[in-house]
């Protein structure tokens, strides 16, 4: 479970990594801006001076304010691009060549189970919560308005831009709109608060496998600063070979590192702690069966579209 966590939490890393490389790039394009330091591959880079000194950090109190940025950031640009494709498909109608099922859903499934990115937070987030008999509510209420923001945003989208519609949604906007040389950057920069945080999980977990000291040498403190940067230019590596298909790269870490945390891990606990009925073991054979099928399936689709 804490191999899968920790591949988990490094593949969202991968993803913001190559949000922002992706948006950050559309930018200067859209100011017709090219140069080698205004690539993909030179913004994956020069995000190491922003989120290597971030990872180092070893509380999550200091990320409440750039979270509190990336949080209010992200749902100001939702808000804009949901607008602005309304207001489009009002006005132009729907776009090309919809189908309610395209030949590749298969490699959705996977995207639509990374969508819950933040899942691994829900134990943290429960032991630190003081009014443990009100978590629950408020985390059923929250995921259910989650699933409605995801399939209202994603269905009025893809109405409009029908299959022109980019892996990254903000590149869809029209080049020399205004809305394109700030939204992209908007998303850019909640990404990259989003990165020492999402990493953070990872690192705990690491760190307290690797490093059993109860008092933290200096010494110490810079072998984890170490392990920190390290995991970062492997995240940056891997982003950077995923770059030409971010929806291939993001249906295989949701596929391979997310269902089993979702689907497998969560049956095969209940099953041997609660001691379950004839008709739950029947109903949690089921549930496996359906992740196996995803991990396995899916996680091939994700390879060969890659």
Not at 22 to 37: C, D, E, I, L
Request: aromatic share 12%.
């Amino acid at each position: 479970v804490d191999f899968s966590m920790v591949l988990s939490q490094i593949g969202f890393v991968c993803a913001e990594m190559l949000y922002v490389a992706k948006n950050t790039h559309g930018v200067f394009q859209a100011y017709g801006v090219r140069s080698a330091a205004t690539s993909a591959t030179g913004i994956l880079l020069l995000q190491l001076l922003v989120v290597v000194p971030m990872s180092w950090i070893r509380q999550l109190k200091y990320f409440q304010v750039s979270n509190l940025i990336a949080n209010t950031t992200v749902l100001v640009a939702l808000g804009v691009l949901l607008s602005y494709s309304t207001s489009g498909l009002l006005q132009k109608g729907p776009g090309p060549g919809l189908e309610p099922l395209e030949s590749g859903w298969m490699l959705f499934t996977g995207t639509v189970v990374f969508s819950f990115e933040c899942i691994n937070f829900v134990l943290p987030v429960y032991e630190a919560h003081e009014r443990k008999e009100t978590f629950v509510p408020i985390l059923v209420s929250t995921l259910l308005g989650v699933i409605v923001l995801f399939i209202v945003f994603g269905g009025v989208n893809y109405v409009y831009y029908g299959t022109d519609t980019m892996e990254l949604v903000t590149l869809n906007l029209p080049q020399g709109s205004k809305v394109r040389k700030f939204l992209p950057a908007a998303f850019a920069l909640a990404s990259l608060f989003n990165v020492p945080l999402f990493l953070f999980p990872a690192v705990a977990v690491l760190e307290e496998k690797l490093f059993r000291q109860s008092v933290q040498s200096r010494r110490t403190i810079w072998k984890m600063n170490a392990l920190r940067t390290m995991l970062t230019l492997v995240c940056v590596l891997v982003s950077a070979v995923g770059a030409h298909s971010v929806q291939a790269l993001v249906a295989l870490i949701g596929s391979f590192c997310c269902v089993p945390l979702a689907f497998i891990f969560p049956v095969m606990c209940y099953m041997k702690l609660c001691n379950p009925t004839p008709g739950e073991q029947i109903l949690l054979g089921a549930v496996l069966g359906l992740g196996i099928v995803l991990f396995v399936y899916t996680s091939y689709t994700a390879v060969q579209a890659w």
